[in-house]
Every structure is written in structure tokens, then in C-alpha cells.
């Protein structure tokens, strides 16, 4: 049997009110890696806020059925699968990004979640 970091994810409550749902449209709505490294980034940048941007679509969608950590890091790990090729800085940037989502959900930590996938964080 493989390894599924969801395993180490200790369950908690989240608390999801009209201002957390009104701070997850306003990251939707914003731009996204803005700090991306490079020249000509652009359709690299708009590929990945598209991922992002699906991302925060499936919780808007879900997360007040789903109020559990556990749920929102199985929305980020199928998001972050689909990120494995990505260069380091990619990675980083993209996991910043995640961490604003999670600061905006009151997760404190993804218990490994996001190192698994990104390297480190």
C-alpha cells in the first residue's frame, strides 16, 4: 500500500462564516502569483492562478457542507498532484499561495501536506 500524506492530517473543525466565504471570494477574485520569478511567465502564471482559482472554486462550493480540515486538505492534495512537475520556485510560490488560503480558513498547519508535495515548505 502507498503512502497518502491525508493519513497524517489530524482532523479539526473549522469555523466557516460569512466573512471567511467573503475572504475566499475576494483571494478568487485577486491576482496570484504575482512574485513568480522570471521572464515571460505569463501564461506559466496564468496556468497555475487557473489551478488556484479551481481550487478555492471547489471550496467556496463545498466547505460549508465540509467544515473539516481533513476535507480541505484533500481539496489541496488533489490540486497539489497535479503540480509534481513544477520547478522548485513554482513550488514555493505556489505553496505561499496555499498557506494564504490556509491562514484564510484558520488552519494553522497541513501536517506535512504541503512539504509532501512541495519540497520542503
Same mark, same amino acid.
Given at each position: 500500500?502507498?503512502? =497518502? ?5 489530524? %482532523?479539526?473543525?473549522? @469555523?466557516?462564516? $460569512? ?6 471570494? $475576494?483571494?478568487?477574485? @485577486? ?6 520569478? #522570471?521572464?515571460?511567465? =505569463?501564461? !506559466?502564471?496564468?496556468?497555475? $492562478?487557473?489551478? &488556484? ?7 467556496? =462550493?463545498?466547505? !460549508? @457542507? /465540509? ?18 512537475? %513544477?520547478?522548485? %520556485?513554482?513550488? *514555493? /510560490? @505556489? #505553496?505561499? *499561495?496555499? !498557506? ?12 506535512? &501536506?504541503? $512539504? ?6
Amino acid at each position: 500500500m502507498d503512502y =497518502d500524506p491525508i493519513d497524517d492530517v489530524i %482532523e479539526e473543525k473549522l @469555523a466557516i462564516d $460569512s466573512d471567511v466565504m467573503a475572504q475566499l471570494q $475576494s483571494f478568487r477574485k @485577486a491576482p496570484k502569483m504575482r512574485m513568480l520569478p #522570471g521572464d515571460d511567465v =505569463d501564461a !506559466e502564471r496564468q496556468r497555475l $492562478s487557473e489551478l &488556484l482559482d479551481t481550487l478555492v472554486d471547489r471550496l467556496i =462550493d463545498g466547505i !460549508e @457542507a /465540509h467544515p473539516g480540515k481533513r476535507w480541505v486538505m484533500r481539496e489541496f492534495q488533489r490540486s497539489l498532484e497535479s503540480m509534481g512537475n %513544477e520547478d522548485t %520556485e513554482v513550488r *514555493e /510560490h @505556489a #505553496g505561499m *499561495e496555499l !498557506e494564504t488560503i490556509m491562514d484564510i480558513l484558520g488552519i494553522e498547519s497541513s501536517d506535512g &501536506l504541503l $512539504s509532501c508535495y512541495l519540497g520542503g515548505l
